[in-house]
């Protein structure tokens, strides 16, 4: 008995390596982030920022917010409603809206401009088919321009809403039943239980599913660039590429770290001191309240409108320019790059499962609370968009690349050129910065499952921290790191202003691909690797979805 009492605290005795790991991933997460603020002070004041201050930096600011606000509103309203009705009543088709409501995720959000910029130019089948049917000619009609502002609130609402979907749908099947029994007991109606019970007890979640939307347009550059709309996004591509200032892109990437900041600012602060815990022991699986025919038709119609506008059209205008025409190309130089693209998303996966492992494992088996705190700075990675986090990256990593050729050139007398921006670590670096988070959330979500009791009793049977891992925790994660290796595949194949960015020369992948050739009005040619990435995101989404249609809450993980 003695010796099982003196096991016990080897599972919370701070693991020395395992700890100073997780503070050395932590400090090269937080790295760029931080070169992106030193850089600012490095060479005073550029005359290229000055110039973007009195020229074009209120527009940045402007469309900037006006994308925020857009955005905010779509998503919260697109993605609630289809919740709602999912969770809370039955209709046909139901379970089908269940989980396919997700699969606009799918869609990188510059490959939606793509599409709808096809559907809906003068020369498109929309306009077309008007013009014929009623004899219309150019300027007798007014019709709305897609590549504009408003156009690009639209693309982001149909592929970012699922967020808001996710957690509020989970909100709802948490919370609902127990105070809905009591919302009906004082005579209240289904609009009414909507709007006074259900909705305020899932604002946590619905600010949370918003942020995170929020936080995907800010990141975003395709959709705007193609849509000609001036961000802080494509000002620092400008700044980086057309004008060669490092200092003005890092000042520029300091103002957009700014609008992420006051994002999570307005997310924390929308909670205010409310609490929201579930206090009932009553809650059990909705049934679904049974419609009428002509409310089921308008709660199908609901569901149907953001799942055919964000996923089933833009998958059949691919997939008929794929069959069609499609990437001239296609051949050699597709499964080239294909191979780019796979090799990228593939290793950057297994090193963010890899890494997130010994992040969880040391917060889990550490006293302190500092390792906790390092996961926290090493999560801010994926609120920071690519390009950011690109620049941030360049900065510190082609100094210290020119140190090495510089270096080896002086010892060996052969100077072996750029080594690390020259190849793919950078750019990987640069995902593993991004994406570690999610890798992280699903794993931590994974090992919060496995009981401590579990750890106790390997260490009674003299098992070490790594002993145990691989023993007992590994076997059980299976399941997570399937997960979180997925969803870590599918961020890096969508990835595009880090890729930009980031890629060696000559180093093309299926996203590049598609905004060059789009950016160039080769939609159709485009479709092929547009519609590539489509279909890699689309099997882990169904996976995913369809196991939270059936119970189980996966919103850590997506």
Same mark, same amino acid.
């Given at each position: ?28 997460? &937080?790295?760029?982030?931080?070169s ?6 490095? +060479? ?30 779509? #998503? ?17 088709? *139901?379970? &089908? ?9 799918? #869609? ?14 003068? @020369? ?13 000619? %150019? ?9 504009? =502002? ?31 029994? #009591? +919302? ?24 949370? +599913? ?6 995907e347009?800010?990141?975003d ?8 709309v ?16 490092? &200092? ?8 957009? !770290?700014?609008?992420? @900041? ?5 997310? *924390? ?10 206090? /009932? ?26 799942? #055919?506008?964000?996923? !089933? ?21 597709f499964v ?13 996966a297994m ?41 941030g990256?360049?900065?510190?990593v082609?100094?210290?690349d020119?140190? =090495? ?21 950078? @750019? ?13 959330? /699903? ?6 499952? &496995? ?26 994660? *299976? ?22 960015? %980031?890629?060696?020369f ?51 993980a997506?």
């Amino acid at each position: 008995m003695t010796k099982l009492l003196q096991v016990s605290p080897l599972r919370v005795r701070s693991p020395g390596a395992l700890a100073l790991a997780a503070f050395i991933i932590a400090a090269l997460a &937080i790295a760029p982030i931080l070169s992106v603020w030193a850089n600012i002070f490095s +060479g005073g004041t550029s005359d290229t920022w000055s110039h973007l201050a009195s020229t074009v930096l209120p527009e940045y600011v402007a469309n900037t917010l006006w994308l925020c606000v857009g955005v905010g509103c779509g #998503v919260i309203v697109v993605g609630v409603s289809p919740a709602w009705f999912v969770t809370m009543h039955d209709f046909p088709g *139901r379970r &089908i809206f269940e989980w396919a409501l997700v699969l606009p995720l799918a #869609v990188p959000a510059y490959v939606m401009a793509y599409t709808y910029t096809d559907l809906l130019q003068f @020369v498109g089948p929309v306009q077309t088919w008007l013009r014929e049917s009623f004899g219309w000619h %150019m300027g007798d009609y007014w019709f709305p321009d897609v590549r504009s =502002l408003s156009g690009a609130v639209a693309m982001f609402i149909f592929v970012l809403y699922p967020y808001v979907y996710l957690l509020a749908r989970a909100a709802f099947m948490e919370r609902a039943s127990g105070m809905l029994e #009591v +919302g009906r007991s004082l005579g209240l109606g289904p609009w009414s239980s909507f709007f006074r019970v259900s909705l305020p007890l899932t604002r946590p979640a619905v600010a949370a +599913g918003t942020a995170l939307a929020l936080m995907e347009t800010l990141a975003d550059y395709g959709t705007v660039a193609y849509f000609g709309v001036q961000t802080f996004t494509t000002g620092i591509y400008r700044a980086w590429f057309s004008l060669g200032d490092r &200092i003005a892109a890092a000042q520029l990437s300091t103002a957009l !770290l700014g609008f992420v @900041v006051l994002v999570l600012m307005l997310e *924390r602060i929308s909670r205010g001191r409310a609490r929201f815990h579930n206090t /009932t022991g009553r809650n059990r699986a909705q049934q679904g309240r049974r419609l009428s025919v002509l409310k089921a038709a308008g709660a199908l119609l609901v569901c149907a409108v953001p799942l #055919v506008f964000g996923f !089933l059209i833009p998958a059949s205008i691919l997939l008929k320019m794929a069959l069609t025409e499609g990437d001239a190309q296609f051949g050699a130089r597709f499964v080239q790059l294909a191979g780019n693209s796979f090799t990228l998303a593939a290793l950057t996966a297994m090193l963010a499962v890899c890494l997130a492992v010994l992040l969880a494992y040391a917060a889990r088996m550490s006293r302190p609370r500092w390792p906790q705190i390092m996961n926290h700075v090493v999560g801010l990675g994926y609120a920071m968009p690519g390009s950011v986090i690109a620049v941030g990256v360049l900065i510190p990593v082609t100094r210290l690349d020119n140190w =090495l050729a510089a270096w080896i050139e002086a010892s060996f007398g052969a100077n072996p050129g750029l080594l690390l921006t020259g190849g793919i670590a950078a @750019v990987i670096y640069a995902y593993l910065v991004r994406f570690l988070a999610v890798a992280l959330q /699903t794993v931590e979500a994974g090992l919060g499952k &496995i009981t401590p009791s579990m750890d106790d009793a390997a260490c009674s049977l003299g098992y070490e921290h790594g002993a145990t891992l691989r023993h007992v925790h590994l076997p059980l994660l *299976r399941g997570s790191l399937l997960t979180a290796g997925l969803l870590v595949f599918v961020e890096v194949m969508k990835e595009l202003p880090a890729t930009l960015v %980031m890629r060696p020369f000559n180093f093309d992948t299926l996203a590049t691909q598609a905004y060059t050739l789009a950016s160039d009005e080769r939609l159709t040619e485009a479709s092929t690797s547009a519609l590539a990435i489509m279909a890699v995101g689309v099997l882990p989404l169904i996976t995913v979805s369809w196991q939270i249609a059936k119970g189980g809450t996966r919103t850590s993980a997506c």
